[in-house]
Every structure is written in C-alpha cells, then in structure tokens.
C-alpha cells in the first residue's frame, strides 16, 4: 500500500521561506513521477509543480515559478517543495502525489493523472 506524508508545512510572514517534504511508502519511489498541489479555501485544487521520475524534468505554474523548486532524493523516497519569498496568496492546504504510470521524463499537471495522494500540509503566510 501506497503512503504519502506531507510535513513542514507552518505559519510564516510574507517574503519567508519554508520547505515542505512528502515522504513515500513502497520501493518503487523512483518509478513514481511526483506532484505538489495545493488548495485554498473555497477554491478548487489546483497543480504547483511536478518532477520527473529520475528528477530530469520539471513542471511548475506560473503563479510560482522562480518562487518554487521541486527536487526530490530517491534514496529517501522524499520529494520536496522549496518556497520562497512567499505570499499570502500561496496560503493553502498543500498535497503531494504519485503519479505510477508517468514517463520517463514526464511531469504531469492534471489531477486526473495521480495515483496516490497526500493527507495535506497546511501553509499559511500572514501579510
């Protein structure tokens, strides 16, 4: 079974910084693509960036990117969200997922193609 853990997420003031780490069950991790996406309140979910499966590519919205990196280290089955200069529109419960079936280098954006999700990581940034 397929467990995915999302940490790090916090309160912050606007232009900080935070990380936030999902940490993968199964030892197929490095076969995953992986997503982050989040979702505001009263608002749909929404896609923040994805990463290939062996970490070649990347896709990221254009709200975040340059704000946003997405890595991962599949030695520790964790893919991570590095933010900066944060906002408070980036305030959101944020989620990641598996996308098993992706690409060699593909970076999946819609919710549709992910497998396996995240219970959430709240992120708050005050003005």
């Known amino acids: 079974q397929v467990q995915l853990v999302e940490s790090g997420g916090g309160l912050v003031q606007a232009g900080d910084s935070l990380r936030l780490s999902c940490a993968a069950s199964g030892r197929t991790f490095s076969s995953w693509a992986m997503g982050w996406f989040r979702q505001a309140p009263g608002k749909e979910r929404e896609f923040v960036a994805s990463?290939?499966?062996?970490?070649?590519?990347?896709a990221y919205t254009d709200s975040v990117r340059g704000r946003f990196t997405i890595s991962r280290d599949n030695a520790k089955n964790t893919v991570y969200l590095q933010m900066i200069s944060l906002k408070p529109k980036d305030t959101a419960i944020y989620y990641c997922?598996?996308?098993?079936?992706?690409?060699?280098?593909?970076?999946?954006?819609?919710?549709?193609?992910?497998?396996?999700w995240g219970q959430g990581a709240q992120v708050t940034v005050s003005s």
């Open positions: 997922a598996a996308d098993a079936d992706a690409g060699y280098y593909h970076t999946p954006r819609a919710r549709t193609a992910y497998d396996y």
């Open positions: 990463i290939s499966k062996r970490a070649g590519a990347a």
